[in-house]
């Protein structure tokens, strides 16, 4: 399997329109989103609209995915989580559901799921303040993880693109595939 997971700074940051983007220039890779929390209405996988795309866990309530499982009755596993990855040998990109340190159950943080999944980190950020910083922690507890980070998607502006480059030791980038 070759791509890269998709991870944010925070929800609602881009993720899903960078992912758009990947699928788009690449119609060969698989979209996949792991979990998805306030679904529906909020459907990341119609919204990418790529060609394929592998299933995963829906939630109702728009809360943090251990929230959301527990108002079901559900408590998400790391297994179960991967079972539609299972034998997969194509290009994916997989989407993360909120920042790196989301928990999805007890016990389980997205990271888990990345390091897992074993694929290359693009990080999503928006050109706003307060940017570099959670930039900069996320590339922080990647690193603490042995997670291989690929580089940085900066959206909305390059007003932080050179502090991100120079302090986070790292690319901002576009396409990664």
């Given amino acids: 399997m070759n791509g890269v997971f998709v991870v944010g700074t925070d929800t609602g940051i881009g993720k899903t329109t960078y992912c758009r983007s990947l699928c788009a220039r690449h119609p060969e890779a698989v979209y996949w989103k792991p979990v998805q929390t306030g679904c529906p209405p909020d459907d990341d996988t119609a919204t990418v609209g790529a060609a394929r795309s592998l299933p995963g866990v829906r939630l109702r309530a728009p809360v943090s995915p251990h929230l959301a499982a ?51 980190v693009v990080v999503v950020a928006f050109d706003r303040l307060g940017t570099i910083n959670h930039t900069l922690l996320t590339l922080e507890a990647l690193r603490a993880r042995g997670i291989a980070v690929r580089g940085v998607a900066l959206l909305g502006g390059e007003r932080n693109r050179g502090s991100i480059e120079a302090y986070g030791r790292v690319a901002v980038v576009d396409d990664v595939l």
């Fill in 70 to 120: 527990a108002a079901e009755g559900r408590t998400l596993t790391l297994d179960g989580l991967l079972a539609p990855i299972a034998g997969f040998s194509g290009t994916l990109v997989a989407e993360g559901a909120g920042g790196l340190l989301v928990p999805l159950a007890p016990g389980l943080l997205l990271a888990d799921l990345v390091v897992a999944v074993g694929l290359p």
